[in-house]
């Protein structure tokens, strides 16, 4: 086999490399300069999303495993919490950089299957206007840092394939390791991406030894977590049954997989490259030794779509696909028709759709009266979060038995912003049965009365002697979001230990 790439080939000592063209040492860097120019400006102007908050309140109980996660994200909030008092712009320091990263990354891959600066150069604006890319950056999320592993896992492999330096496969391994303990999806790349090897090649990366190395490595990282889960019932997959309900409720369900995913890509520029670099990969004779990484994101595809998935979990392919792309773009393999949407002038109107949709580009007074079409995609739940707590304060101030009353939210954004807010402003330690704040602290046995915030308490009618309304949250900023208006509820007279009444409460839905 003999790799087709620019510069010269060389074959020594069973060894194959191929020379690759210089790094795109001014465009590659000027685009990631200004995505992530671009991202730090609108860092910090709204506040917190409910699951960043949910991370900070993770990380305030650290443990080896989640219900609904492994541990590097509560962590990696924890650490920036430290940095910054109260800043959701220094929380999404790490958001910022991976995005950043991701664009080199990209490029990089790129070069390595023989692209010179103009494909890297696509390649790298490419990933810059990604609406999944550019939205990620945005917040401190696992569907932000598993993309960035990615890339960087599929670059180690690539470049692998063509200098076949092993070691690049031990790190291979450590990279894998973090992505299974962000979130454990890399696991189907893996399993695809071997089967696929072994059919097409390259067929001697199975036999590395370095490989498996790195695999006993990805495998001691991710222990604690596995031991972590089984000791406690394996809640990720009761957390992936739920998931999987929710994406069939969905407006449009499993059939809306494929083309919201395409969609993320970025329009019009991402979604026909992520599909043109598919194509590609799949039938190019120049990147045949690659091929393997074409039917890994139809593998990858497949197996999240009949997992009934969210459709972002297979956004780790992007970086490869659009690299791919961009190589045989600028290898002149591109339809004439079309070609002219790899130029910068397209980049400009890509950038132009991306930027309003997923970033905070409004002032935040003009968010009440603008029309939800024309709202960044989360905007809404970014507001409001230090204002409903203190809704919560003040039902919790007319208690009868403030010392025995707890605090429990239906759903777990709203716990993790109390847990943020509520201490400064006289609040108790909030619990909530909902996804994984169900494994975090529950409420202490003296809590027998609780103040209950959620719009249905019809679960706590059968422990509690009593439950009567008292207050309603209220964000103060006239917008409509899911925490506006929810209901405040007074329990009182619990007739049975928390042992017993807990697991009865939990809930998996969002």
Known sequence: MVIEAEGLRERSGGRQRAEVAPFARTPVPAIAGAMGAVLAATAGRYGYFGDELYFLAAGRHLDWGYADQPPLLPLLARL??????????????????????????????????????????????????????????????????DPFLWALLIWLLVRWVRTREDRLLIWGGVVTGFALNTKFLIGAFWVVALAAAVVCGPRDLVRRPALWLGALIAAAMIAPTVVWQAANGWPQLTMGTAISQEVSAGWGGRATFVPTLVMSAGVPVGLILVCYGLLRLLRSERLRPYRFLGWTALGVLALFLLANGRYYYAA???????????VEIEAGQASKYWRWIATWPVYLVAAVIAIPQTLPILPRAELATTPEWARPIFAVEEIGWREITESVAQAYKTVPDPPRTGVVTAKYWQASAIDHY???????????????????????????????????????????????????????????????????????GRNGTWDTVWPKLTDWGF
């Open 80 to 145: 920036m919490d430290a940095f910054g008092a109260d800043s959701p712009f220094v929380l999404r320091i790490p958001a910022m950089l991976a995005m950043v990263a991701g664009v080199v990354l990209t490029a990089l891959i790129a070069r390595e299957l023989g692209g010179g600066r103009k494909a890297q150069t696509i390649a790298a604006a490419t990933f810059a206007v990604s609406i999944q890319m550019l939205g990620g950056g945005h917040y401190l999320a696992t569907s932000t840092i």
């Open 316 to 326: 780790g392919m992007f970086a490869p696909l659009f690299a791919a792309a961009a």
């Open 422 to 492: 509520g201490p400064e402003l006289g609040l108790p330690s909030p619990s909530s049965p909902n996804r994984g704040y169900a494994t975090l602290p529950r409420p202490p046995e003296s809590a027998r009365d609780i103040l209950f915030v959620g719009n249905d308490p019809s679960g706590l009618v059968p422990y509690f002697t009593q439950v009567r309304e008292v207050g309603a949250l209220d964000n103060r900023a006239g917008i409509t979001n899911v925490s506006q208006g929810m209901k405040i509820w007074l329990a009182t």
